[in-house]
């Protein structure tokens, strides 16, 4: 199982795979609501596997995913686009992301694509 933190600048996003990741056995040790929030919280956690939503203010998924590659190598990264997103998806497959989670999902598609690393 597996320590996990969420970045989404839903609250209700962030509440909602927190239950679904916590009831499927793994541990969330952080969240934040972008991705300069989630880079800083990098300094003191270190998760194996970090759910990043691509639409966030300040500092958005694409952004701040090589900075949490550079900060962070080993976690995995789990984009989670919207729909009309795959281009952006495919950019940051490309720049190390590992799998992407398009929203709206259910609870089994979250697990399901978790479960693949973790
Ligand atoms: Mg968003």
Do not use: W, Y
């Not at 795979?17 to 300094?43: P, Q, R, Y």
């Not at 998806?89 to 992407?100: Q, R, W």
């Amino acid at each position: 199982m597996a320590k996990i933190m969420i970045v989404d600048d839903s609250r209700i996003l962030r509440k909602i795979l927190t239950n679904t990741l916590t009831e499927a056995g793994h541990e969330v040790i952080a969240d934040a609501g972008n991705g300069k929030e989630a880079i800083m919280l990098l300094e003191k956690v270190k998760p194996d596997l970090i759910t990043l939503d691509i639409t966030m203010p300040v500092m958005d998924g694409l952004e701040a995913l090589p900075k949490i590659k550079e900060a962070c190598p080993d976690a995995k990264v789990i984009m989670v686009s919207a729909a009309g997103q795959k281009n952006k998806v495919m950019e940051a497959l490309k720049s190390g992301a590992s799998d992407f989670l398009q929203k709206p999902f259910e609870p089994e598609d979250v697990v399901e694509v978790i479960g693949k690393f973790a």
